[in-house]
């Protein structure tokens, strides 16, 4: 039973370039959530997908963007990338309908922009 | 806005007793998750409490007290693979939002 998958796992990008991160869910949920965590803080709700539609979105730019295949699959894409934007970048599946059910978080995508 | 509360650090000895508290004012309450994040991990579940009271699961345990918009974390004879971040995360309908992490030190 695979669990979250993120790709890629390390990624060096410099300033004003794009980047697009993909995300395969744990196997049976059909939700994702975008998070981003810079060093020594929480993780930041960026928005969540459902359905194909985004159906929650935290406090991040239009520069922040994303996508949900029909096999649930996702990728978060950003747009003119700043410093600001180093992070881990982490994915996180549910089944929508379980609302007592815990997030299953992938191992991250580490972007570094010079 | 919302607004999750936990202490930046703390340290600990080996085979103690720690407690991690977290208070929040949000807007809606829909559950509170513990997370344990180790150095360049993926944070992983260890608890989710939505009514009042203690949960208890082996050494960890966790409380809350909606009334008062608070909860901690509770770890029984410390490990050092105890050594992480612990987070906690409160439920908003589909959001989920995070505290900045406690990050706990394990002494021998």
């Known amino acids: 039973d695979a669990g979250v998958t993120q790709s890629p796992t390390h990624l060096i990008k410099t300033r004003g370039q794009q980047v697009t991160l993909r995300c395969s869910p744990k196997?049976?949920?059909?939700?994702v959530s975008w998070y981003q965590q810079a060093l020594g803080q929480g993780p930041q709700f960026i928005f969540q997908y459902y359905e194909e539609e985004e159906r929650q979105r935290g406090n991040f730019p239009d520069r922040f963007s994303g996508h949900q295949f029909p096999n649930y699959s996702s990728e978060l894409n950003v747009n003119a990338l700043l410093l600001g934007d180093s992070a881990l970048y982490l994915c996180?599946?549910?089944?929508?309908?379980?609302?007592?059910?815990?997030?299953?978080f992938g191992d991250g995508t580490r972007l570094s922009i010079l | 806005g919302q607004n999750i509360d936990q202490p930046t650090e703390m340290t600990a000895t080996e085979g103690a007793i720690v407690q991690i508290n977290c208070t929040y004012q949000?807007?809606?309450?829909?559950?509170l998750f513990w997370y344990q994040q180790h150095a360049g991990e993926a944070p992983t579940f260890l608890s989710y409490n939505v009514l009042d009271g203690l949960e208890e699961k082996g050494r960890f345990s966790s409380f809350l007290s909606r009334s008062k918009g608070y909860s901690y974390l509770l770890l029984k004879e410390l490990q050092m693979k105890d050594s992480a971040s612990y987070l906690c995360?409160?439920?908003?309908?589909?959001?989920?939002?995070f505290g900045k992490g406690t990050r706990l030190h394990i002494l021998p």
């Open positions: 949000t807007s809606g309450f829909n559950g």
């Open positions: 996180a599946s549910s089944l929508n309908r379980q609302n007592n059910q815990p997030q299953h």
């Open positions: 196997s049976g949920h059909d939700t």
């Open positions: 995360a409160v439920k908003l309908d589909d959001k989920i939002i």
